[in-house]
């Protein structure tokens, strides 16, 4: 049956999965996405990128899901195999990196995702033009990172500075600009100074209530 099946149905998998996911629906989402995988590896074989970068789309829907334990899985043999395939500074590592560190502030394990968002920072600040969104993104990664640790004092300027940078370009993406400011509000909050956190509150979003708040989301397994 997968012999018969064109490249174009990939595509078509991550839009379904993109949809179930809005839906809360994240197992079912996981699910299109391990097909997906099931498609490309009988079209281009087991080590094609392509595989890599749908492994790494699964983890992050188990992790944003709560399955922490399968999405660690997931993560750990995707960087390896990057890690394996790329030069240490590669983008794509630093990607993989960022999903597998804001699954990691999920844990108690938080000093390890602090380890791994300083790499991340390093790898894109060696291997990305000045000006990238996301060096100032990374910034800010080992900024939540350290909060989630309680370090406000140091989580406090990296998450301001990277917050800057990610305002003053075009390109940075608006969820991750309203993810940086809703960690400044919930940072402010712990810390007891709300006078700061009200500058940040104005600016987010309001969320309107979808069908996905009424699905029931089963937790994962946390992961010791």
Not at 107 to 118: G, H, Q, Y
Not at 119 to 132: F, Q
Not at 168 to 178: M, V, Y
Request: hydrophobic share 40%; glycine share 6%; net charge neutral.
């Amino acid at each position: 049956c997968m012999a018969q099946i064109p490249w174009g149905r990939v595509p078509r998998l991550y839009g379904m999965a993109q949809r179930q996911v809005e839906l809360g629906l994240y197992l079912a989402a996981a699910g299109q996405i391990r097909y997906a995988i099931a498609v490309l590896d009988r079209q281009y074989g087991p080590d094609h990128p392509l595989i890599i970068q749908a492994m790494i789309r699964k983890a992050g829907i188990l992790s944003d899901g709560e399955q922490l334990v399968a999405a660690e899985a997931d993560y750990l043999e995707a960087i390896d195999r990057l890690r394996r395939r790329l030069p240490p500074t590669h983008p794509h590592i630093a990607d993989a990196l960022t999903g597998y560190s804001k699954l990691l502030m999920k844990t108690p394990r938080t000093d390890e995702a602090e380890k791994l968002a300083r790499e991340c920072l390093s790898i894109r600040e060696t291997s990305l033009p000045t000006g990238d969104w996301r060096r100032a993104s990374a910034k800010c990664l080992v900024g939540e990172a350290l909060f989630a640790q309680k370090k406000f004092e140091l989580a406090e300027p990296l998450l301001l500075e990277g917050l800057d940078e990610l305002n003053s370009n075009d390109e940075a993406p608006d969820a991750r600009l309203e993810v940086v400011r809703d960690c400044l509000v919930a940072l402010y909050e712990a810390w007891e100074k709300p006078d700061k956190a009200d500058a940040y509150r104005p600016k987010r979003r309001a969320t309107t209530t979808t069908a996905a708040s009424q699905v029931e989301r089963r937790p994962g397994k946390a992961i010791e």
